[in-house]
Protein backbone atom coordinates (compact mmCIF):
# COMPACT_ATOMS: atom_id res chain seq x y z
CA UNK A 1 0.00 0.00 0.00
CA UNK A 2 3.05 2.44 0.56
CA UNK A 3 3.31 5.34 -1.92
CA UNK A 4 -0.06 4.40 -3.55
CA UNK A 5 -1.70 7.79 -4.69
CA UNK A 6 -5.60 8.96 -4.14
CA UNK A 7 -7.57 8.68 -6.91
CA UNK A 8 -9.90 11.35 -7.43
CA UNK A 9 -12.80 12.99 -9.14
CA UNK A 10 -14.53 15.59 -8.55
CA UNK A 11 -18.44 16.77 -7.71
CA UNK A 12 -19.75 20.31 -8.33
CA UNK A 13 -16.55 21.47 -9.06
CA UNK A 14 -14.09 21.70 -6.57
CA UNK A 15 -15.25 19.04 -4.27
CA UNK A 16 -13.08 15.81 -3.85
CA UNK A 17 -14.56 12.00 -4.01
CA UNK A 18 -12.20 9.42 -3.79
CA UNK A 19 -13.27 6.96 -7.03
CA UNK A 20 -11.81 3.59 -4.50
CA UNK A 21 -14.48 4.77 -2.32
CA UNK A 22 -16.97 6.29 -3.95
CA UNK A 23 -16.87 8.81 -1.16
CA UNK A 24 -16.37 12.74 -0.75
CA UNK A 25 -14.26 13.99 1.22
CA UNK A 26 -15.96 16.34 3.15
CA UNK A 27 -19.67 17.23 3.21
CA UNK A 28 -21.29 18.46 -0.01
CA UNK A 29 -22.81 21.26 2.32
CA UNK A 30 -20.47 22.56 4.11
CA UNK A 31 -17.13 20.56 4.83
CA UNK A 32 -15.63 23.21 6.93
CA UNK A 33 -19.05 23.24 9.50
CA UNK A 34 -19.02 20.06 9.61
CA UNK A 35 -15.41 19.58 10.56
CA UNK A 36 -15.65 22.21 13.05
CA UNK A 37 -18.91 20.16 14.72
CA UNK A 38 -17.54 16.63 14.23
CA UNK A 39 -14.16 16.69 15.21
CA UNK A 40 -13.61 19.79 16.84
CA UNK A 41 -16.96 20.24 19.31
CA UNK A 42 -17.20 16.27 19.09
CA UNK A 43 -13.60 16.08 21.37
CA UNK A 44 -14.41 19.20 23.30
CA UNK A 45 -12.18 22.01 21.42
CA UNK A 46 -10.35 24.11 21.88
CA UNK A 47 -11.53 23.82 25.20
CA UNK A 48 -9.15 21.86 26.29
CA UNK A 49 -6.38 23.11 24.58
CA UNK A 50 -3.38 23.93 27.17
CA UNK A 51 -0.45 23.07 27.62
CA UNK A 52 1.47 20.69 24.76
CA UNK A 53 -1.58 18.76 22.98
CA UNK A 54 -1.78 15.80 20.68
CA UNK A 55 -4.08 15.11 18.15
CA UNK A 56 -4.03 11.75 16.32
CA UNK A 57 -6.12 11.29 12.73
CA UNK A 58 -7.07 8.39 10.95
CA UNK A 59 -7.43 9.91 7.44
CA UNK A 60 -5.21 13.06 6.57
CA UNK A 61 -7.38 13.26 3.17
CA UNK A 62 -7.81 17.15 1.95
CA UNK A 63 -5.91 18.28 5.32
CA UNK A 64 -9.00 20.19 6.08
CA UNK A 65 -9.66 19.04 9.79
CA UNK A 66 -6.01 20.10 10.34
CA UNK A 67 -5.89 23.67 8.95
CA UNK A 68 -9.51 23.70 10.92
CA UNK A 69 -7.48 22.36 13.98
CA UNK A 70 -4.92 25.43 13.61
CA UNK A 71 -7.22 28.02 13.15
CA UNK A 72 -8.64 26.86 16.70
CA UNK A 73 -5.57 26.28 18.49
CA UNK A 74 -4.40 30.17 17.11
CA UNK A 75 -7.56 31.39 17.86
CA UNK A 76 -7.35 29.93 21.34
CA UNK A 77 -3.60 31.88 22.61
CA UNK A 78 -2.38 28.64 23.96
CA UNK A 79 1.24 28.96 25.32
CA UNK A 80 1.68 25.06 24.55
CA UNK A 81 3.07 23.30 21.39
CA UNK A 82 -0.31 21.40 18.78
CA UNK A 83 1.02 17.87 17.85
CA UNK A 84 -1.00 16.92 15.11
CA UNK A 85 -0.05 13.08 13.65
CA UNK A 86 -2.12 11.82 10.61
CA UNK A 87 -2.04 8.40 9.21
CA UNK A 88 -2.90 8.33 5.69
CA UNK A 89 -2.74 5.86 3.03
CA UNK A 90 -3.33 7.38 -0.11
CA UNK A 91 -2.16 10.53 0.27
CA UNK A 92 -2.89 13.42 -2.17
CA UNK A 93 -1.22 14.96 -5.09
CA UNK A 94 -0.15 18.57 -3.86
CA UNK A 95 -2.39 19.82 -6.95
CA UNK A 96 -5.46 17.92 -6.25
CA UNK A 97 -5.42 19.18 -2.13
CA UNK A 98 -4.73 22.79 -3.29
CA UNK A 99 -7.74 22.57 -5.72
CA UNK A 100 -9.51 21.45 -2.68
CA UNK A 101 -8.58 23.94 -0.36
CA UNK A 102 -9.44 26.55 -2.94
CA UNK A 103 -13.20 25.86 -1.72
CA UNK A 104 -12.86 27.26 1.29
CA UNK A 105 -10.38 30.48 -0.09
CA UNK A 106 -11.32 33.56 2.71
CA UNK A 107 -11.97 31.34 5.87
CA UNK A 108 -8.58 32.29 7.14
CA UNK A 109 -7.43 28.51 7.06
CA UNK A 110 -3.21 28.27 6.23
CA UNK A 111 -3.95 26.61 3.16
CA UNK A 112 -0.54 28.44 1.58
CA UNK A 113 1.38 27.30 4.47
CA UNK A 114 -0.04 23.51 4.20
CA UNK A 115 0.78 23.82 0.77
CA UNK A 116 4.42 24.99 1.02
CA UNK A 117 5.26 21.77 3.15
CA UNK A 118 3.23 19.18 1.45
CA UNK A 119 4.68 16.18 0.07
CA UNK A 120 2.60 12.81 -0.78
CA UNK A 121 5.89 11.10 1.08
CA UNK A 122 4.46 12.39 4.06
CA UNK A 123 7.08 13.11 7.34
CA UNK A 124 7.36 15.77 10.10
CA UNK A 125 6.58 19.61 8.88
CA UNK A 126 6.58 22.58 11.22
CA UNK A 127 4.01 24.20 9.88
CA UNK A 128 4.74 26.97 12.54
CA UNK A 129 6.90 27.45 15.66
CA UNK A 130 3.96 26.52 17.56
CA UNK A 131 2.16 23.82 15.65
CA UNK A 132 3.98 20.45 14.01
CA UNK A 133 2.47 18.17 11.97
CA UNK A 134 3.57 14.42 11.60
CA UNK A 135 1.60 12.58 8.60
CA UNK A 136 2.67 8.55 8.31
CA UNK A 137 2.05 6.88 5.09
CA UNK A 138 1.01 3.71 4.67
CA UNK A 139 -1.74 0.89 6.40
CA UNK A 140 -3.44 2.07 9.33
CA UNK A 141 -3.27 -1.44 10.54
CA UNK A 142 0.40 -1.37 10.82
CA UNK A 143 1.64 2.02 11.21
CA UNK A 144 -0.71 2.92 14.36
CA UNK A 145 0.63 -0.32 16.17
CA UNK A 146 4.37 0.92 15.01
CA UNK A 147 3.64 4.33 16.72
CA UNK A 148 5.15 5.40 19.62
CA UNK A 149 2.68 8.41 20.62
CA UNK A 150 -0.37 9.06 22.32
CA UNK A 151 -2.91 11.15 21.50
CA UNK A 152 -4.88 13.50 23.97
CA UNK A 153 -7.65 13.68 20.82
CA UNK A 154 -8.75 11.26 17.93
CA UNK A 155 -10.34 12.29 14.40
CA UNK A 156 -11.43 9.30 12.98
CA UNK A 157 -12.22 10.56 9.80
CA UNK A 158 -11.83 7.52 6.98
CA UNK A 159 -14.37 6.85 4.40
CA UNK A 160 -17.79 5.76 5.12
CA UNK A 161 -17.35 2.11 7.00
CA UNK A 162 -19.52 0.52 4.19
CA UNK A 163 -16.84 1.52 2.03
CA UNK A 164 -13.87 1.63 4.06
CA UNK A 165 -13.93 -0.95 6.46
CA UNK A 166 -10.37 -1.83 7.04
CA UNK A 167 -10.08 1.85 8.85
CA UNK A 168 -12.44 0.69 11.14
CA UNK A 169 -11.27 -2.69 12.01
CA UNK A 170 -11.77 -3.44 15.28
CA UNK A 171 -7.95 -4.31 15.63
CA UNK A 172 -7.22 -0.82 14.48
CA UNK A 173 -9.80 0.42 16.98
CA UNK A 174 -8.04 -1.38 19.55
CA UNK A 175 -5.13 0.67 18.66
CA UNK A 176 -6.34 3.80 18.72
CA UNK A 177 -7.52 2.80 22.45
CA UNK A 178 -3.91 1.64 23.50
CA UNK A 179 -2.57 4.97 21.58
CA UNK A 180 -5.00 7.50 24.05
CA UNK A 181 -3.81 9.22 26.77
CA UNK A 182 -5.37 8.87 30.00
CA UNK A 183 -8.98 10.69 29.56
CA UNK A 184 -8.38 11.40 26.01
CA UNK A 185 -11.04 11.16 23.64
CA UNK A 186 -11.85 10.27 20.34
CA UNK A 187 -15.14 11.79 17.86
CA UNK A 188 -16.26 10.57 14.00
CA UNK A 189 -18.91 11.23 11.97
CA UNK A 190 -19.86 7.64 11.82
CA UNK A 191 -22.51 5.73 14.22
CA UNK A 192 -22.02 2.66 12.61
CA UNK A 193 -23.10 -0.11 15.37
CA UNK A 194 -19.94 -2.09 14.64
CA UNK A 195 -17.54 1.04 15.37
CA UNK A 196 -19.43 1.55 18.23
CA UNK A 197 -18.97 -1.34 19.83
CA UNK A 198 -15.27 -1.71 19.08
CA UNK A 199 -14.19 1.49 20.70
CA UNK A 200 -16.42 0.15 23.66
CA UNK A 201 -14.38 -3.00 23.30
CA UNK A 202 -11.07 -0.66 23.23
CA UNK A 203 -11.75 1.18 26.40
CA UNK A 204 -13.58 4.20 25.50
CA UNK A 205 -17.33 5.90 26.95
CA UNK A 206 -19.51 5.53 23.68
CA UNK A 207 -21.91 8.19 23.20
CA UNK A 208 -24.08 8.44 20.17
CA UNK A 209 -25.07 12.16 19.18
CA UNK A 210 -26.63 14.31 16.83
CA UNK A 211 -24.74 14.10 13.62
CA UNK A 212 -23.94 16.98 11.13
CA UNK A 213 -26.53 18.46 8.75
CA UNK A 214 -28.76 15.51 7.17
CA UNK A 215 -26.99 13.02 8.79
CA UNK A 216 -28.60 11.65 12.27
CA UNK A 217 -25.93 10.71 14.53
CA UNK A 218 -22.46 10.62 15.08
CA UNK A 219 -20.40 8.83 17.79
CA UNK A 220 -17.96 10.48 20.55
CA UNK A 221 -16.26 8.58 23.28
CA UNK A 222 -14.13 9.44 26.87
CA UNK A 223 -11.51 7.15 27.43
CA UNK A 224 -12.01 4.92 30.75
CA UNK A 225 -9.65 5.19 33.24
Known amino acids: ?3 QMADLAWRDG ?5 TRFDDPYFSLENGLAETRYVFLQGNGLPQRFQGDFHIGELGFGTGLSFLTTVQ ?3 AAGCAGKLHFTSFEAFPMAPRDMAKALGA ?14 W ?7 DLTPSVS ?4 IGDARETVARWHGRADAWYLDGFSPAKNPELWDAR ?7 HTAPDGSFATYTAAGFVRRALDEAGFDVERIAGFGRKRHMTRGVRRP
Open 1 to 3: MQN
Open 14 to 18: DVPVS
Open 72 to 74: AWE
Open 104 to 117: FEGAGLRASDLAAI
Open 119 to 125: TPEGGVF
Open 133 to 136: LNVI
Open 172 to 178: LMAEVGS
